[in-house]
T-cell receptor, first 111, second 114 residues
């Protein structure tokens, strides 16, 4: 059983749509990361959160520690948002060496 | 400020050859790590370092060697390349080794072993 599950695996949206990507985990964590990987491969950190909600531009990340669930929302989606979004968690009591990654959600936004 | 720089971007090796993937960061980060990314799987940790002179194994260390002689550099050596090592490799760094630090990734290195 994967300790970090993302859904959906693939998502196609029309430009302007509101998008939600989900991440569920089965272990105790100290922090959760949302990463973005563009075609061509580079990975960029979008958010790191341990509670509540964070917002950056059109991106919003939320986490519910009790329910072991996080969501990444994209408002007013744009084709440039097309990428793979990866959820990763730091194990409770662990270091950065104890990061566990989800398999990613591939998002395609059509114009 | 270049961030995390990986070289080469692309490499084709023959089985049995050795090579070194270079990784350098200019952010004075203590923590550096190497991951591999394979289709259908999440990133998996190969080796990591919490500071100069200190390295440790991750989830999939076999066939790889690392050293950390300076804060800036963390090269990954493939000792005798095998087709199973065909993958995309990412170097990453963060300010500290404790969890909750933002992670910075390199652009990736595509390695094919034939």
């Amino acid at each position: 059983k994967n300790e970090v599950e993302q859904s959906p695996q693939n998502l196609t949206a029309q430009e302007g749509e509101f998008i939600t990507i989900n991440c569920s985990y089965s272990v105790g964590i100290s922090a959760l990361h949302w990463l973005q990987q563009h075609p061509g491969g580079g990975i960029v950190s979008l958010f790191m959160l341990s509670s509540g909600k964070k917002k950056h531009g059109r991106l919003i990340a939320t986490i519910n520690i009790q329910e072991k669930h996080s969501s990444l929302h994209i408002t007013a989606s744009h084709p440039r948002d097309s990428a793979v979004y990866i959820c990763a968690v730091n194990l409770l009591g662990g270091s950065q060496g104890n990061l566990i990654f989800g398999k990613g959600t591939k998002l395609s936004v059509k114009p | 400020n270049a961030g995390v720089t990986q070289t080469p971007k692309f490499q084709v090796l023959k089985t049995g050859q050795s090579m070194t993937l270079q990784c350098a960061q200019d952010m004075n980060h203590e923590y550096m790590s190497w991951y591999r990314q394979d289709p259908g799987m999440g990133l998996r940790l190969i080796h990591y370092s919490v500071g100069a002179g200190i390295t440790d194994q991750g989830e999939v260390p076999n066939g790889y060697n690392v050293s950390r002689s300076t804060t800036e550099d963390f090269p990954l050596r493939l000792l005798s390349a095998a087709p199973s090592q065909t993958s995309v490799y990412f170097c990453a760094s963060s300010y500290g080794a404790s969890s909750g630090n933002t992670i910075y990734f390199g652009e990736g290195s595509w390695l094919t072993v034939v």
